[in-house]
């Protein structure tokens, strides 16, 4: 078995997105249960809140301080999908540093892989924009570490959420020491990634999925599109964006993946840097589904 440390704080259940929001604070104990009934009882790390100037990396300083405000004072932010509370400040820096401390852990040793359990999300976040339930890009935040402070030379990020991370993409579009693939339903929110978009040097690869697609699509497409791009990267260190909502129960999405079949993505991707993986959770908004497919992601990630 490989050592596989897990995150959660019960800070990021503070994060109150309100009725009927479906970034609600009820995923995160969705998936503690289902790791429960799973007989799953993995170490948990420890975790700092990110520094603002670990944010800086990604988002811009007036945005840092537009988000504290907002938070803080009780402000509306003007795109109606981002509320936010007084505790979301904390959540959001708990979520980005728990995406660090994760790197950090997984680069001393102590762990093999790591799954992040935070919320609220990040794979949205622009540098100077709140949207999509995204306040921080937490790994972009995780890659932009990993190259600044720990000496990481290349950084592969796979995201497997059922919406296109923009703000990754955005992050790294011009930096070719970042190689970030995305899997995505299309047309689907928030309506970008599309396959002409290369990045410097052939360092972004963007796969739509129609509606309707199931495992024989998004497998195929990680092991025929992604693996042999990054392969050929030779990446030092794995990230994964693992949002959930590509399963058929998912109602933000229209894809047909079970909770196996993330199992089966996170198999196909263990060998990239040599197995040095840390997963953070974005989307995933059918409590049954979140819990079942973040049991089956965790489990492929201990196999030895």
């Not at 109606?80 to 959001?92: L, Q, T």
């Not at 935070?118 to 190259?147: K, Q, S, T, Y």
Request: charged share 20%; hydrophobic share 40%; glycine share 8%.
């Amino acid at each position: 078995m490989r050592r596989t440390g897990f995150i959660f704080r019960q800070e990021c259940l503070l994060h109150d997105t309100g009725p009927g929001h479906p970034e609600r604070a009820s995923r995160l104990p969705a998936i503690l249960e289902a790791f429960h009934m799973a007989g799953l009882n993995p170490p948990r790390l420890t975790i700092a809140p990110a520094s603002k100037k670990e944010l800086a990396r990604i988002h811009t300083r007036d945005y840092i301080n537009e988000i504290e405000r907002t938070c803080r004072e009780g402000l509306h932010y003007p795109d109606p999908d981002m509320v936010m509370v007084r505790e979301s400040w904390v959540a959001a820096l708990l979520a980005a540093g728990g995406a660090i401390g994760a790197c950090q852990a997984v680069l001393a040793g102590e762990y093999d892989s790591v799954f992040a359990a935070v919320r609220p999300p990040g794979h949205h976040a622009e540098p100077d924009r709140a949207m999509g339930f995204c306040l921080f890009n937490n790994v972009a935040i995780a890659a932009a570490w990993l190259r600044a402070e720990a000496g990481v030379r290349r950084v592969a990020i796979v995201d497997w959420d059922v919406h296109h991370g923009n703000g990754t993409e955005r992050a790294f579009y011009r930096d070719d020491t970042v190689y970030y693939a995305s899997l995505h339903q299309h047309p689907l929110y928030p309506g970008t990634g599309h396959p002409s978009e290369r990045g410097k040097n052939n360092t972004n690869l963007n796969i739509q999925l129609p509606p309707g697609s199931g495992p024989e699509a998004w497998l195929g497409g990680l092991q025929d599109r992604v693996m042999p791009e990054i392969e050929q990267f030779d990446p030092e260190f794995l990230l994964i964006s693992c949002g959930f909502d590509a399963h058929r129960l998912d109602p933000l999405a229209s894809q047909r993946l079970e909770s196996e079949s993330f199992a089966e993505m996170t198999r196909l991707v263990k060998p990239l840097a040599g197995g040095k993986i840390v997963s953070l959770l974005e989307g995933g908004y059918d409590l049954t589904a979140l819990g079942e497919s973040a049991v089956a992601h965790f489990r492929a990630l201990q196999e030895s």
